[in-house]
């Protein structure tokens, strides 16, 4: 099992470009999450999905969308990039159930010019 | 509003020394909390959750619902263990995850 996987590694774009980043993950889990994670302020969630066809909003959703087309993808979308938005974005997928662990991609580091 | 609070940025401790990271939360209700590690060039993974009382690596951690901390200790620090370190809450009725700021921890040799 390849876990959680993310793509692309790396990116660097210019003021008002359009990218996705893509997470996949192959452990058929319920819950999926994107975050970012700053400097000096931790790991905030953008945006969540509780299963195939379901997202919501978390603390910072603005400026990013998602789709969960597919049970095992989660992407997340910026229409028109800042470089507020340089960032490291970091998936997660959890199973449904009790344990309520969450697995972790190796992040995208995404620079915005 | 923060929900969860890491004071220290960072924490530098000899080998073999205890070290304590400190956790603290806002919530009135009964949370699920966990602790999070980041070793360098990996990926972040849970290390250990209140809901378990385990001891994961020698760490141990224990909410204190008086107190709203879950700090996390090791009576004898070892230098793999220098990571980032961030604790993270879960309302028991969300599917939300709320993390601190983080604690970057170095052991010194």
């Known amino acids: 099992n390849a876990g959680v996987t993310q793509t692309p590694k790396f990116r660097v774009l210019k003021t008002g470009q359009s990218m996705t980043l893509l997470c996949a993950q192959d452990?058929?889990?319920?819950?999926m999450y994107w975050y970012r994670q700053d400097p000096g302020m931790g790991l905030r969630l953008i945006h969540y999905?509780?299963?195939?066809?379901?997202?919501a909003k978390g603390e910072v959703p603005d400026g990013y969308n998602v789709s969960r087309l597919k049970k095992q993808n989660f992407l997340l979308g910026l229409e028109s990039a800042a470089p507020s938005q340089t960032s490291v974005y970091f998936c997660?997928?959890?199973?449904?159930?009790?344990?309520?662990?969450?697995?972790f991609g190796p992040g995208t580091r995404l620079t915005v010019l | 509003a923060q929900r969860v609070t890491q004071p220290e940025k960072l924490l530098s401790v000899f080998k073999g020394a205890p070290v304590e990271l400190k956790c603290n939360y806002s919530?009135?209700?009964?949370?699920?909390l966990f602790w999070y590690v980041q070793y360098s060039r990996q990926r972040l993974q849970l290390l250990l959750r209140?809901?378990s009382r385990e001891s994961i690596k020698g760490f141990t951690a224990d909410l204190n619902k008086g107190e709203t901390s879950f700090h996390l200790k090791k009576p004898f620090a070892q230098e793999e263990d220098s990571a980032m370190y961030y604790c993270?809450?879960?309302?028991?009725?969300?599917?939300?995850?709320?993390f601190g700021t983080g604690t970057s921890l170095t052991v010194i040799p």
């Open positions: 209140h809901i």
């Open positions: 993270a809450l879960k309302y028991n009725t969300g599917n939300q995850f709320y």
């Open positions: 919530y009135s209700g009964s949370p699920e």
């Open positions: 997660a997928s959890r199973p449904q159930g009790a344990k309520d662990t969450q697995y």
């Open positions: 452990m058929n889990h319920e819950y």
């Open positions: 999905s509780v299963g195939e066809g379901t997202t």
